[in-house]
C-alpha cells in the first residue's frame, strides 16, 4: 500500500474490540483495526487503500477472488472484512456463509453496488456485521469501520430504515412478539420458538429476526436446554400448550 500524505478525517473514537492475534501497536503506540478487502476491481481495491490510509486502520490483506480471500482470510484473521457480493465463482454471500462459522472473531462488512434490499436481508441472515454500498464517502466508510469494531452494525440509515421496516413488517405478521409466552425464555428465544411451531427453517427464522442462521442454532440449543427436551418438535409442542 502506497503511503499517502495527512488527510482531515474524523479522529477515532474509543474502540472496545479485541485486536486479533499477532496485531502490534504502531509507532504511535496504536493497535490500528486490521482490514482485509475483497474486491474484483482493482480501481476499488486502490480507492478503498487509500480511504482507510490512517493511523487506526491498517489494510493488511486484498484479494480479487473468492477463492483467494478464503485462504487469504483464514491465514491472516482480520479484524474486519470488507467483501464485495459480484465476485467470480463463488459471490460474496456464499462465501460468507461458508467463512463466517471460520472466522467468529472477524466482523464480515458487504460493500457493494447493490442496493437490493433482498441482497441486504440475506447478508445479514447469513451473519453480516453489515451492508455498506460504494457510494458512501471516505469519512463515513471510517465511521462504519471503527463502529463495527465496537460491535454496531455497520450500515447507512437507509438500510438500517429498510431492515427496521422488514422487522416490522414481521411483527405484524405474528412472528414477533405475541402469541404464548414459555416462563424462563428470553423474549427473542419466545421469538424463535414461536417461529419454529410455525414450521419455519432457520434461514427463515434468521430472516424474520434479521439473525444469522448460526444465531438461531444457539438460541434453539438454550431453548432446548431451558425445557428439557432433546427435540425440536417437543419444544414446539410445549409452545402450543402454553396457547
Same mark, same amino acid.
Given at each position: 500500500?502506497?503511503?499517502?500524505?495527512?488527510?482531515?478525517?474524523?479522529?477515532?473514537?474509543?474502540?472496545?474490540?479485541?485486536?486479533?492475534?499477532?496485531?502490534?501497536?504502531?509507532?504511535l503506540?496504536?493497535?490500528?483495526l486490521?482490514?482485509?478487502?475483497?474486491?474484483?476491481h482493482?480501481?476499488?481495491?486502490?480507492?478503498?487503500?487509500?480511504?482507510i490510509?490512517?493511523?487506526?486502520?491498517?489494510?493488511?490483506?486484498?484479494?480479487?477472488?473468492?477463492?483467494?480471500?478464503?485462504?487469504?482470510?483464514l491465514?491472516?484473521?482480520?479484524?474486519?472484512?470488507?467483501?464485495?457480493?459480484?465476485?467470480?465463482?463463488?459471490?460474496?454471500?456464499? +462465501? !460468507? *456463509?461458508? /467463512? #463466517?462459522?471460520?472466522?467468529?472473531?472477524?466482523?464480515?462488512?458487504? =460493500?457493494?453496488?447493490?442496493?437490493?434490499? @433482498?441482497? +441486504? !436481508? *440475506?447478508? /445479514? #441472515?447469513?451473519?453480516?456485521?453489515?451492508?455498506?454500498?460504494?457510494? =458512501?464517502?471516505?469519512?463515513?466508510?471510517l @465511521?462504519?469501520?471503527?463502529?463495527?469494531?465496537?460491535?454496531?452494525?455497520?450500515?447507512s440509515?437507509?438500510?438500517?430504515?429498510?431492515?427496521?421496516?422488514?422487522f416490522?413488517e414481521?411483527?405484524?405478521?405474528?412472528r414477533?412478539?405475541?402469541?404464548?409466552?414459555?416462563?424462563?425464555?428470553?423474549?427473542?428465544?419466545?421469538?424463535?420458538?414461536r417461529?419454529?411451531?410455525?414450521?419455519?427453517?432457520?434461514?427463515?427464522?434468521?430472516?424474520?429476526?434479521?439473525?444469522?442462521p448460526?444465531?438461531?442454532?444457539?438460541h434453539?440449543?438454550?431453548?432446548?436446554?431451558?425445557?428439557?427436551?432433546?427435540?425440536?418438535?417437543?419444544?414446539?409442542?410445549?409452545?402450543?400448550e402454553?396457547?
Amino acid at each position: 500500500m502506497s503511503v499517502q500524505e495527512p488527510r482531515s478525517v474524523p479522529a477515532p473514537s474509543p474502540t472496545t474490540w479485541t485486536p486479533a492475534p499477532g496485531s502490534r501497536p504502531n509507532e504511535l503506540g496504536l493497535t490500528p483495526l486490521r482490514v482485509m478487502l475483497v474486491d474484483d476491481h482493482a480501481l476499488v481495491r486502490s480507492a478503498v487503500s487509500q480511504a482507510i490510509d490512517v493511523q487506526d486502520v491498517e489494510l493488511v490483506a486484498e484479494a480479487a477472488t473468492a477463492e483467494d480471500a478464503f485462504a487469504l482470510a483464514l491465514a491472516v484473521r482480520p479484524d474486519i472484512m470488507l467483501l464485495d457480493i459480484d465476485l467470480p465463482g463463488m459471490n460474496g454471500i456464499q +462465501m !460468507l *456463509e461458508e /467463512l #463466517a462459522p471460520r472466522l467468529p472473531d472477524t466482523k464480515i462488512v458487504m =460493500l457493494t453496488v447493490s442496493d437490493s434490499e @433482498r441482497d +441486504m !436481508l *440475506e447478508a /445479514l #441472515a447469513r451473519g453480516a456485521a453489515g451492508y455498506l454500498t460504494k457510494d =458512501l464517502s471516505p469519512e463515513a466508510l471510517l @465511521r462504519a469501520l471503527r463502529g463495527a469494531a465496537r460491535g454496531e452494525l455497520a450500515m447507512s440509515r437507509r438500510f438500517s430504515a429498510r431492515a427496521m421496516r422488514h422487522f416490522v413488517e414481521a411483527a405484524r405478521k405474528g412472528r414477533i412478539g405475541g402469541g404464548g409466552i414459555i416462563e424462563g425464555l428470553s423474549p427473542r428465544e419466545n421469538d424463535v420458538l414461536r417461529m419454529l411451531a410455525d414450521g419455519l427453517t432457520d434461514k427463515e427464522i434468521a430472516t424474520a429476526l434479521i439473525i444469522s442462521p448460526r444465531t438461531v442454532e444457539t438460541h434453539v440449543s438454550n431453548i432446548l436446554h431451558k425445557l428439557d427436551v432433546r427435540k425440536r418438535a417437543e419444544a414446539a409442542q410445549r409452545y402450543r400448550e402454553s396457547l
